[in-house]
């Protein structure tokens, strides 16, 4: 059974961290969390859950405004074509629904099958937000508490340039 709200929010103060939740209506895309600009302060996000076709999985976050090559991406880092991760795929590694996508799922990511990249963009912001597990809320969270989050759930991060300069080959 994956993680939920409540034991993420437990391993965050374990690890000392202090974060605000904001309860709003259902999101599923970014489009629709656009509405919430001004009233959730910090960088928004977009959370890419993919996988390659030499079978490795990934989740890249992206601040929301990030056009991410995926191709040049994909080259970069030696994965191969990537696709979006099915759904079933999606919940049996991260326990999280479409929607919901987080880098706080990595919690659930407990046999570490996941690769991490996170927009070197987004990691230039000090409060980031993300959904806590559920689309029904957004966390927001400091930056550098986010990487000690990552770090405890034993993966270390790939800080990338995704936007208009492709990352180096």
Do not use: Y
């Not at 709003?24 to 996000?45: C, D, M, N, W, Y």
């Not at 976050?61 to 991760?85: C, I």
């Not at 000090?126 to 993966?155: M, Y």
Request: net charge neutral; with cysteine; proline share 7%.
């Amino acid at each position: 059974m994956p993680f939920g709200r409540r034991e993420l929010f437990e391993k965050l103060a374990e690890l000392g961290v202090e974060t605000e939740t904001v309860e709003h209506a259902p999101l599923f895309t970014v489009e629709e969390s656009q509405a919430l600009r001004g009233k959730i302060p910090g960088a928004h996000t977009k959370n890419l859950f993919l996988k390659c076709s030499k079978g490795s999985i990934w989740l890249v976050v992206a601040k929301e405004d990030t056009t991410v090559d995926l191709k040049g991406l994909a080259k970069h880092l030696g994965a191969g074509r990537f696709s979006f991760g099915k759904p079933e795929l999606l919940l049996e590694i991260l326990g999280v629904a479409p929607g919901a996508v987080t880098p706080f799922a990595l919690i659930n990511d407990r046999d570490k099958q996941l690769g991490l990249v996170l927009d070197q963009a987004l990691m230039a912001h000090k409060r980031l937000n993300f959904h806590p597990l559920e689309n029904s809320a957004t966390t927001a969270i400091g930056r550098d508490d986010l990487l000690a989050f990552i770090r405890a759930c034993g993966h270390e991060p790939a800080i990338l340039a995704l936007g208009p300069k492709r990352p180096p080959d």
